[in-house]
């Protein structure tokens, strides 16, 4: 069994490699929020929270000049060599000030640690009535699997706030925030999506919480063994497929003002 982790093993790091094997769908599944973003050519487009940079070509595409900002230096050399103005930027610390017609975040807001700092520094950001369209996880996202995370957590003996480091509020909860820092929220949703994972529960937490299981140290395999083994009733089917309990929130708030 484990013993109390070591903290370099607890920073999640990024492969783009790893991650398009295991979570290539994310960007794909990111259709539904780019519809609500409706980007127009010409339009300055800040996407905070860019991975390899796969929707951030999409906007650009449509004629858009975005930039894209992400915390992982790897992500941003993957974005930065398919063409975009890609930038190593904490979204907890956003560094742009009445630039943008429009502020986009996909599959990101979660991994950020202080989000009134990320929603003060996209206000920031925004020129006046310029709009924030993100999606991201909501309440109950992943449940089972952090509930079995964190008995992963109890058994091998490693940190239980290993098991759930994301942010994943209720709309009553992020609409509250919006609304204090100046946003008018004009749709806010959340999306039960359950998600097919190509390379199974394995590749899923390999690619989203390797930290958790790399405290485990040589109980690692039998860790994971274990969390399948949890799990397996509700998330793998009988051809032995696994489907992920995601739920998404989805929002569109417009900046009021510059007061913030
Ligand atoms: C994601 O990045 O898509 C994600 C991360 C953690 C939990 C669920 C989804």
Redesign the pocket.
């Known amino acids: 069994m484990g013993r109390l982790v070591p903290t370099e093993t607890t920073e999640q790091a990024w492969c783009p490699k790893v991650y398009q094997a295991n979570?290539g769908f994310?960007p794909t599944l990111g259709a539904g929020v780019m519809e609500w973003l409706s980007p127009r050519a010409g339009e300055r487009i800040l996407d905070l929270g860019c991975g390899d940079g796969t929707l951030t070509r999409d906007l650009m595409d449509v004629g858009a000049h975005v930039v894209g900002v992400d915390a992982s230096e790897s992500f941003v050399s993957s974005a930065a060599e398919r063409g975009i103005d890609a930038r190593v930027m904490d979204g907890c610390d956003l560094l742009f000030d009445t630039e943008f017609d429009a502020v986009f975040s996909n599959?990101a807001i979660?991994?950020m640690s202080d989000p009134p700092a990320v929603v003060s520094g996209v206000k920031r950001a925004l020129k006046p009535g310029g709009r924030f369209v993100a999606e991201f996880?909501g309440h109950g996202?992943?449940a089972a699997i952090v509930t079995a995370m964190q008995a992963v957590a109890a058994r091998f003996g490693v940190d239980p706030a290993l098991a759930h480091p994301?942010y994943f509020p209720t709309p009553d909860e992020y609409s509250d925030l919006l609304s204090q820092h100046g946003f008018v929220v004009e749709r806010i949703a959340l999306i039960p999506r359950p998600t097919p994972l190509p390379t199974g529960l394995r590749g899923w937490i390999q690619t989203?919480r390797e930290p958790l299981f790399a405290a485990a140290g040589r109980d690692r395999d039998e860790a994971l063994s274990f969390a399948e083994s949890l799990l397996e009733r509700s998330l793998r089917d009988r051809a032995g497929r696994w489907t992920a309990d995601?739920v998404r929130i989805r929002v569109e708030a417009h900046a009021v003002d510059h007061a913030t």
């Open positions: 979570a994310v599959a979660h991994w996880g996202n992943v994301w989203f995601y």
